[in-house]
C-alpha cells in the first residue's frame, strides 16, 4: 500500500511562510516530499534553508497577498519554476485586538484585506492551474467559530473564512479538488508573543492538554490536509485547539 501521506513530487505554495505557522507548515510539507513556494509580504526567516536541507526545492516570492496584482505575480512565478500548483495553504493572517465601540475603519478594512479577500484571490489565481487531486487549505482559528470580547474584527474574519472555505469546496468539489480549513487555538508565534501574560494564563487554564499550541501542531493538520490520506475530506473542518473550545 502506498503511503497516505506521500507527497513526492507536489508542488505548494504557502503564504505567510517566513515565520510561525506558516514557516512550520512549509518545513512539513517538505518533509513529506512537496516542493514549496514560501511566500511572504516579510522576508523570510529560514524557511528556504531548512527545506533545501530535506533536499526538496524552495522559492521565496514576495507577496502581499492583498493585492490582486502580486498575488497573480505568485502563481506566474510558481509556474514558471515548477509548472503546476498541487497545494494551497492560505495561513498568511493578522490579528488587530480591539472593541467594536472604538475599532478604526481602517483596522477593519486591513484585516478583512488580509484575512478574507487575500484567501479570496490566492484561491481564484491557483484554481486556474489546480486539477483533480489539488488541495487547498484554509487557516481559520477556533475565534471562527466562537465570538470572544475585542476580537470582533478578527473573529468575523476567521468566521467568513471558514464558510467561505465550505462555499468553495462545494464550487470545486466535482472537479475533484477539495477545501477544508483548521481552526488553530493559542499558538506560540510572534503573532502571539505580545499578548498579555494574564490573559494567556487563563486561557491555558481551560484548555485539556494543559499547555500552549507549538506552530508544528498545526502543520500536522496541514499536512493530513494536503494528502491523500485525507481523500475524503472536502469542507471539512479540523480543530487543533488543545480541547480548548469543546469544553467552554
Ligand atoms: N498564533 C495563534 O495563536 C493563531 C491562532 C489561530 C489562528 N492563527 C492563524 O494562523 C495563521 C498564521 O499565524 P501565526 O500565528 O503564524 O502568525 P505570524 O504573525 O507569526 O505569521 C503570520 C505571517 O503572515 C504574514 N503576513 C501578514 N500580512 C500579510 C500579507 N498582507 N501578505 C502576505 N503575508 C502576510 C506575516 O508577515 C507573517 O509572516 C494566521 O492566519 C493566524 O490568524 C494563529
Not at 487549505?137 to 477556533?142: A, Q, R
Not at 483548521?182 to 499547555?211: N, V
Amino acid at each position: 500500500m502506498t503511503d497516505l501521506f506521500d507527497l513526492t513530487g507536489k508542488v505548494a505554495i504557502v503564504t505567510g511562510a517566513a515565520r510561525g505557522i506558516g514557516q512550520s507548515i512549509a518545513i512539513e510539507l517538505a518533509r513529506q516530499g512537496a516542493d514549496v513556494v514560501v511566500s511572504d509580504i516579510i522576508p523570510e526567516e529560514g524557511t528556504i534553508v531548512q527545506i533545501k536541507k530535506l533536499k526538496r526545492k524552495a522559492i521565496y516570492v514576495k507577496t502581499d497577498i492583498s493585492k490582486k496584482k502580486e498575488v497573480e505575480n505568485l502563481i506566474n512565478e510558481t509556474i514558471k519554476q515548477f509548472k503546476k500548483i498541487d497545494i494551497l495553504v492560505n495561513n498568511a493572517g493578522i490579528y488587530i485586538a480591539g472593541n467594536v465601540s472604538d475599532f478604526p475603519e481602517e483596522n477593519w478594512d486591513k484585516t478583512m484585506n488580509i484575512n478574507v479577500k487575500g484567501p479570496f484571490l490566492c484561491s481564484q489565481a491557483a484554481l486556474k492551474y489546480m486539477k483533480k487531486g489539488a488541495s487547498i487549505i484554509n487557516v481559520s482559528s477556533v475565534a471562527g467559530i466562537e465570538g470572544s470580547a475585542g476580537g470582533a474584527a478578527y473573529c468575523a474574519s476567521k468566521g467568513a473564512i471558514r464558510l467561505f472555505t465550505k462555499a468553495l469546496a462545494a464550487e470545486v468539489g466535482a472537479l475533484g479538488i477539495r477545501v477544508n480549513s483548521i481552526h488553530p487555538g493559542l499558538i506560540d508565534t510572534p503573532m502571539t508573543t505580545g499578548l498579555d501574560k494574564k490573559m494567556k494564563d487563563a486561557m491555558l487554564s481551560k484548555f485539556l492538554l494543559k499547555r500552549v499550541g507549538q506552530p508544528v501542531d498545526i502543520a500536522g493538520p496541514a499536512v493530513f490536509l494536503a494528502s491523500d490520506a485525507s481523500a475524503y475530506m472536502t469542507g471539512s473542518e479540523i480543530v487543533a485547539d488543545g480541547g480548548w473550545i469543546c469544553a467552554l
